[in-house]
């Protein structure tokens, strides 16, 4: 069974610009939580989602965005791109009351 | 201040040597404290969860202790091997956040030498 996939793997962008970062959680699992991980640092929370609705969101402006399809699957918007966005941007999906999350390979996002 | 800190930044082990890292943590109350492995630029790949309430947990090599009194978390590694080269994260989960708002630490980046 597949994992959590996300992509695309790497991306380049310039300061100003949108870019649109995607998740597949792993079959069965509702849950889909987004988190940004600039590089030596944690992971810090973004959103999570549940049943296409926003059910948490960290403390990011609102240039982030996000949202949750039927079949689970997640976006993440980023306007206005930033040097300081450049990160690695991980998704983790997880069932509705489990205990754990799993997370996926990530999105390394470099902002020129 | 973060509320979950990792001690030491970094450290170099040679192979087939323990290691012990460090987590202290504010987070109060919480449900569950977990371990994370993590690859350079890959995701965290759980190692262990303890509940507030466990005092320890292993898996394979790798050994979790959890003393809720003094808010501090360890990770025991045993006999280390060259794949062991990483990042930890410890993680913490607070009490009643809903949907799994995890707290983490900075991690203890590894490396382990031949």
């Known amino acids: 069974d597949a994992g959590v996939t996300q992509s695309p793997t790497h991306l380049i962008k310039t300061r100003g610009q949108q870019v649109t970062l995607r998740c597949s959680p792993i079959?069965?699992?509702?849950?889909v939580s987004w988190y940004q991980q600039v590089l030596g640092q944690g992971p810090q929370f973004i959103f999570q989602y549940y049943e296409k609705e926003e059910r948490g969101r960290g403390n990011f402006p609102d240039r982030f965005s996000a949202r949750q399809f039927p079949n689970y699957s997640s976006e993440l918007n980023v306007n206005a791109l930033l040097l300081g966005d450049s990160a690695l941007y991980l998704c983790a999906s997880s069932l509705v009351g489990g205990n754990e999350q799993f997370f996926g390979p990530g999105t390394r996002l470099t902002v020129l | 201040k973060n509320q979950v800190e990792q001690s030491p930044q970094s450290l170099i082990i040679l192979e087939g040597k323990n290691c012990t890292l460090q987590c202290n943590y504010t987070v109060s109350p919480f449900s569950n404290l977990r371990w994370y492995k993590q690859d350079t630029g890959r995701g965290p790949v759980s190692l262990t969860i303890?509940?507030?309430?466990?005092n320890t947990k292993s898996n394979g090599r790798y050994t979790a202790t959890l003393d809720a009194d003094t808010k501090q978390s360890s990770l025991h590694i045993t006999a280390s091997q060259l794949s062991d080269s990483a990042s930890y994260i410890c993680?913490?989960?607070?009490?009643?956040?809903?949907?799994?708002?995890?707290?983490f630490g900075t991690g203890t980046r590894l490396l382990v030498s031949p």
């Open positions: 993680v913490v989960i607070p009490m009643n956040t809903g949907f799994q708002k995890l707290v």
């Open positions: 079959s069965g699992h509702k849950s």
């Open positions: 303890m509940t507030f309430s466990e």
